[in-house]
């Protein structure tokens, strides 16, 4: 086959292979979903029968303890009841069926239903979902059986024949009623003597009763059985009326399939049909004798429900294999017949790509030498254009960065603010990407210094223009046009808390889905020595006294600006104030000097940063700064760092 494969044409090849391609998927596949799908149902099968046995041994109780059989057999019987008449077929073991026939005189008749027969092992099913009173094979039986019960009442001659005749087939009563109406018992009765609408009307009687017969067989699909045996093993319910009272006789050959503490499940033949019986015993507890055992129960499962729903899920895969096979085949030699060019259009592309149109395809042949070199030629104009796109990306990149990087340093104050009895240093760092790190500072009163360490979500100009809006809106929001120079303390609506709800307002609206910015702003007092301030969902700040050499971490509650336009982020908003003294060392930061990395992929994390501001702060400010500073870059062995490393520190003298 391979030999007579390689001598074949590629539109060939790619058919023959595609179709086997997807023969191979498909039984795959197939297979694993038959699998999985007959243990998920086997799981919900064990679960049906498991609750239902549980259920029913819950019920049953009571009416073991009181000897009620009625109750009992009511249960079971509306146990067995549910869903039976949902287009289910009558199902009759062969007693059963010879019976029916028997009842009613169908031994020759019988043919007329032969359409709604089926076989199943020695058991026989009929599918009465399309039979109905006026069904053309239900007429025909009837009024053959309104003969036969005619010809019968001709030959019976007195009241103990027709009390015998009742018995046997009640249903005949009301015919023979009716019929003696229109003529005496002792003169023969033909057919033709009786009126069409009385005629007719028999008929449908006898109709009915035939249906209600059939439909007496018709069980649930799902529940085979369910029976109620006594501590001794008598059976006090089953669906055999006539065994209620003899001693139950386990069925023969049941395979274990699980013995649980609670359940136990077997297969077994219930009426000439598999069923998983699931048993369990049926217990009392008393405080004065303890758990007692007074009987058990067994439901059947109907293992052919579950066989039914395989072979609807095998039929379906088969299907989608057929459908996935011819169309496959189709698509398969449509593809390989449009992929056919000739080598002057390869030419043509080769000449059009010389030109620079580094866009243009290059169309593949059939020819196998052909195609090579077309696929060949293609793939270098994919990886020129790729690389004509990097270029040009990357210069774009290198001056976005770079504009960025102009915004961010103009938006930084040129000086921190000099007081006399209070030093103010900073520290930040570039990283290789632009970030979106922000501090700045301005006079919100005579005594009150207004501090901002932000730290914006995005990158590069995207970052370095959100950074300038929160630059310009927190400053218009704590200084106020109307107010001498401009200046709005604390004390008028100044507050932290405030400023930062306002500009939470006005930046919400306007951010970029995705972005935010984390932020700190406080005043300082430079005559009380308090400091006031807020976090939306920054860093914590960390002050270190000099005296007590106590380092504590406040972060007051509040979330990042622009995630919520104002109810949820004005609610959660909470401010903190710090009391500050002489020596006292007070740092706020952004994330990027946490969050340095080593080679390692290691962070310097919050633990090295307390540690270094518990070592160096003894120093001033600049040099407390510059020694943390070191720090990070000692950590990091120069590994390049892909956000800004910002921080803010105060001491009291």
Do not use: C
């Given at each position: 086959?391979?030999?007579?494969?390689?001598?074949?044409?590629?539109?060939?090849?790619?058919?023959?292979?595609?179709?086997?391609?997807?023969?191979?998927?498909?039984?795959?596949?197939?297979?694993?979903?038959?699998?999985?799908?007959?243990?998920?149902?086997?799981?919900?099968?064990?679960?049906?029968?498991?609750?239902?046995?549980?259920?029913?041994?819950?019920?049953?109780?009571?009416?073991?303890?009181?000897?009620?059989?009625?109750?009992?057999?009511?249960?079971?019987?509306?146990?067995?009841?549910?869903?039976?008449?949902?287009?289910?077929?009558?199902?009759?073991?062969?007693?059963?069926?010879?019976?029916?026939?028997?009842?009613f005189f169908l031994e020759d008749k019988i043919a007329l239903l032969k359409p709604f027969i089926t076989k199943q092992g020695v058991n026989t099913r009929l599918h009465i979902a399309e039979l109905s009173v006026e069904s053309e094979p239900i007429r025909k039986i009837?009024?053959?059986?309104?003969?036969?019960?005619?010809?019968?009442?001709?030959?019976?001659?007195?009241?103990?024949?027709?009390?015998?005749?009742?018995?046997?087939?009640?249903?005949?009563?009301?015919?023979?009623?009716?019929?003696?109406?229109?003529?005496?018992?002792?003169?023969?009765?033909?057919?033709?003597?009786?009126?069409?609408?009385?005629?007719?009307?028999?008929?449908?009687?006898?109709?009915?009763?035939?249906?209600?017969?059939?439909?007496?067989?018709?069980?649930?699909?799902?529940?085979?059985?369910?029976?109620?045996?006594?501590?001794?093993?008598?059976?006090?319910?089953?669906?055999?009326?006539?065994?209620?009272?003899?001693?139950?006789?386990?069925?023969?050959?049941?395979?274990?399939?699980?013995?649980?503490?609670?359940?136990?499940?077997?297969?077994?033949?219930?009426?000439?049909?598999?069923?998983?019986?699931?048993?369990?015993?049926?217990?009392?507890?008393?405080?004065?004798?303890?758990?007692?055992?007074?009987?058990?129960?067994?439901?059947?499962?109907?293992?052919?429900?579950?066989?039914?729903?395989?072979?609807?899920?095998?039929?379906?895969?088969?299907?989608?294999?057929?459908?996935?096979?011819?169309?496959?085949?189709?698509?398969?030699?449509?593809?390989?017949?449009?992929?056919?060019?000739?080598?002057?259009?390869?030419?043509?592309?080769?000449?059009?790509?010389?030109?620079?149109?580094?866009?243009?395809?290059?169309?593949?042949?059939?020819?196998?030498?052909?195609?090579?070199?077309?696929?060949?030629?293609?793939?270098?104009?994919?990886?020129?254009?790729?690389?004509?796109?990097?270029?040009?990306?990357?210069?774009?990149?290198?001056?976005?960065?770079?504009?960025?990087?102009?915004?961010?340093?103009?938006?930084?104050?040129?000086?921190?603010?000099?007081?006399?009895?209070?030093?103010?240093?900073?520290?930040?760092?570039?990283?290789?990407?632009?970030?979106?790190?922000?501090?700045?500072?301005?006079?919100?009163?005579?005594?009150?210094?207004?501090?901002?360490?932000?730290?914006?979500?995005?990158?590069?100009?995207?970052?370095?223009?959100?950074?300038?809006?929160?630059?310009?809106?927190?400053?218009?929001?704590?200084?106020?046009?109307?107010?001498?120079?401009?200046?709005?303390?604390?004390?008028?609506?100044?507050?932290?808390?405030?400023?930062?709800?306002?500009?939470?307002?006005?930046?919400?609206?306007?951010?970029?889905?995705?972005?935010?910015?984390?932020?700190?702003?406080?005043?300082?007092?430079?005559?009380?020595?308090?400091?006031?301030?807020?976090?939306?969902?920054?860093?914590?700040?960390?002050?270190?006294?000099?005296?007590?050499?106590?380092?504590?971490?406040?972060?007051?509650?509040?979330?990042?600006?622009?995630?919520?336009?104002?109810?949820?982020?004005?609610?959660?908003?909470?401010?903190?104030?710090?009391?500050?003294?002489?020596?006292?060392?007070?740092?706020?930061?952004?994330?990027?000097?946490?969050?340095?990395?080593?080679?390692?992929?290691?962070?310097?994390?919050?633990?090295?940063?307390?540690?270094?501001?518990?070592?160096?702060?003894?120093?001033?400010?600049?040099?407390?700064?510059?020694?943390?500073?070191?720090?990070?870059?000692?950590?990091?062995?120069?590994?390049?760092?892909?956000?800004?490393?910002?921080?803010?520190?105060?001491?009291?003298?």
């Amino acid at each position: 086959m391979f030999r007579w494969l390689r001598n074949r044409t590629l539109k060939t090849k790619l058919t023959f292979l595609t179709v086997l391609l997807i023969v191979v998927v498909m039984t795959f596949v197939g297979s694993i979903v038959l699998d999985q799908q007959r243990k998920a149902l086997l799981l919900q099968m064990e679960s049906t029968g498991r609750f239902l046995v549980k259920n029913l041994a819950k019920n049953v109780v009571g009416p073991l303890l009181e000897g009620d059989n009625l109750s009992l057999n009511n249960l079971i019987a509306s146990l067995e009841a549910r869903d039976k008449l949902e287009g289910n077929p009558a199902r009759f073991t062969p007693e059963e069926y010879h019976a029916f026939l028997t009842q009613f005189f169908l031994e020759d008749k019988i043919a007329l239903l032969k359409p709604f027969i089926t076989k199943q092992g020695v058991n026989t099913r009929l599918h009465i979902a399309e039979l109905s009173v006026e069904s053309e094979p239900i007429r025909k039986i009837a009024a053959r059986l309104l003969q036969d019960v005619i010809s019968i009442s001709n030959d019976l001659t007195s009241q103990e024949q027709y009390d015998v005749f009742f018995t046997q087939y009640p249903w005949t009563k009301f015919v023979i009623e009716s019929l003696s109406a229109l003529n005496d018992l002792e003169v023969t009765l033909k057919i033709e003597n009786i009126p069409d609408d009385q005629r007719h009307e028999l008929e449908t009687y006898i109709a009915k009763q035939l249906l209600n017969g059939m439909l007496s067989h018709v069980t649930n699909p799902v529940i085979g059985y369910a029976i109620v045996l006594d501590k001794e093993d008598v059976i006090q319910a089953h669906p055999d009326i006539g065994l209620l009272g003899k001693p139950y006789v386990p069925p023969q050959h049941a395979d274990v399939i699980e013995q649980g503490e609670e359940v136990s499940i077997y297969r077994v033949q219930f009426k000439g049909e598999s069923h998983f019986d699931f048993y369990t015993s049926v217990q009392v507890r008393d405080k004065n004798i303890g758990t007692a055992y007074i009987g058990s129960v067994h439901v059947g499962l109907r293992e052919e429900n579950l066989l039914q729903d395989v072979s609807t899920a095998r039929q379906k895969i088969i299907y989608i294999a057929i459908i996935a096979i011819v169309l496959g085949s189709a698509g398969s030699y449509l593809l390989a017949s449009l992929i056919v060019n000739p080598i002057k259009s390869l030419v043509r592309d080769a000449e059009i790509l010389g030109r620079g149109d580094l866009d243009h395809p290059i169309s593949v042949s059939t020819l196998d030498e052909v195609g090579t070199l077309a696929k060949t030629l293609d793939t270098t104009r994919g990886k020129l254009r790729d690389a004509q796109k990097r270029l040009v990306a990357s210069e774009r990149l290198a001056r976005e960065l770079e504009i960025a990087k102009e915004i961010q340093m103009a938006l930084l104050p040129k000086e921190t603010p000099s007081l006399g009895h209070i030093e103010i240093g900073t520290l930040y760092r570039a990283a290789a990407q632009v970030g979106g790190d922000l501090y700045d500072f301005f006079w919100v009163s005579e005594d009150e210094l207004g501090i901002v360490v932000a730290d914006v979500s995005g990158k590069g100009v995207p970052g370095s223009l959100v950074m300038t809006m929160a630059k310009a809106v927190i400053r218009a929001k704590a200084m106020k046009s109307d107010m001498p120079n401009h200046k709005l303390p604390a004390g008028q609506e100044g507050d932290p808390t405030s400023v930062i709800r306002k500009t939470n307002e006005m930046i919400a609206h306007d951010i970029k889905k995705g972005m935010f910015i984390t932020a700190n702003y406080g005043i300082l007092n430079i005559r009380t020595l308090q400091f006031q301030f807020v976090s939306a969902g920054h860093n914590d700040t960390l002050v270190y006294n000099s005296q007590t050499k106590e380092l504590r971490e406040y972060n007051p509650k509040g979330i990042a600006l622009g995630l919520d336009k104002g109810t949820i982020f004005d609610t959660m908003l909470k401010s903190e104030n710090i009391s500050l003294s002489s020596g006292d060392l007070l740092i706020q930061y952004t994330d990027g000097i946490t969050e340095a990395m080593n080679e390692h992929r290691d962070e310097f994390g919050d633990d090295r940063l307390k540690e270094s501001l518990r070592q160096h702060a003894h120093k001033n400010v600049e040099d407390f700064l510059a020694a943390l500073d070191q720090d990070i870059r000692t950590f990091t062995e120069g590994f390049t760092q892909n956000d800004d490393i910002t921080a803010v520190a105060i001491k009291v003298k």
